[in-house]
């Protein structure tokens, strides 16, 4: 198993440039998401699904766009790249265990996006 | 508001020199928390989960342990290779149903000399 997966590794975008990045998990997991991380922030979730085709908002949801067409794959847009845009993004999955509780969250290599 | 605070921020310790890390945390009802380790350049591993106070998790040289308010990862003769930061998250009670996603804490960035 390759677990969570995430394309590209590094990217420099200009202000206003549009780019997707891309996750993709073989677990069979339910669950997807997307957290962005910055120095002295923490990690912070921007959107997740809890199955193909739903979407929800997280914490820090301005400025991106996303689409869970397959189940495998969760993909992150920036319509309209900014400079505080810059961080390096991270992609996770996780089943569910019946009952409501949760399982753990496994996480893909990152990310790292550069606005200039 | 969900809150988890680590500290401390940073730790240095000499190769088998024992020690805790600390997460405290403030959520209306906790349905999980989450220890993971951070590696530079890499995505956070999954180390641990807890449920309930009381419990405690075990593996090579760490343990997780839980209370009502907070949780502790200690370390017992660490190795330099045990240097990395440590992350603590809550899964808090009130998901809607849903998947919300974990609240971070800011991390315990550990270094461990030989």
């Known amino acids: 198993n390759a677990g969570v997966t995430q394309t590209p590794k590094f990217r420099v975008l200009k202000t206003g440039q549009s780019m997707t990045l891309l996750c993709a998990q073989d677990?069979?997991?339910?669950?997807m998401y997307w957290y962005r991380q910055d120095p002295g922030m923490g990690l912070r979730l921007i959107h997740y699904?809890?199955?193909?085709?739903?979407?929800a908002k997280g914490e820090v949801p301005d400025g991106y766009n996303v689409s869970r067409l397959k189940k495998q794959n969760f993909l992150l847009g920036l319509e309209s790249a900014a400079p505080s845009q810059t961080s390096v993004y991270f992609c996770?999955?996780?089943?569910?265990?019946?009952?409501?509780?949760?399982?753990?969250?496994?996480f893909g290599p990152g990310t790292r996006l550069t606005v200039t | 508001e969900d809150q988890v605070t680590q500290s401390p921020e940073a730790l240095r310790l000499q190769e088998g020199e024992s020690s805790s890390l600390n997460c405290s945390y403030t959520?209306?009802?906790?349905?999980?928390l989450f220890w993971y380790r951070q590696d530079p350049g890499k995505g956070p591993e999954f180390l641990f989960t807890?449920?309930?106070a009381g419990e405690e998790k075990e593996k090579e040289r760490l343990k997780a342990t839980l209370t009502k308010k907070e949780s502790f990862l200690h370390i017992t003769a660490p190795k330099p290779e045990d240097s990395a930061t440590y992350l603590c998250?809550?899964?808090?009670?009130?998901?809607?149903?849903?998947?919300?996603?974990?609240?971070f804490g800011k991390g315990t960035h550990l270094i461990i000399q030989p």
């Open positions: 996770a999955s996780s089943r569910r265990l019946a009952g409501g509780s949760f399982y753990e969250q496994y």
């Open positions: 677990m069979n997991h339910e669950y």
């Open positions: 699904s809890v199955g193909e085709g739903t979407t």
């Open positions: 959520v209306s009802g906790l349905r999980g």
């Open positions: 807890l449920y309930s």
């Open positions: 998250a809550v899964q808090p009670m009130y998901s809607g149903g849903g998947a919300d996603g974990l609240t």
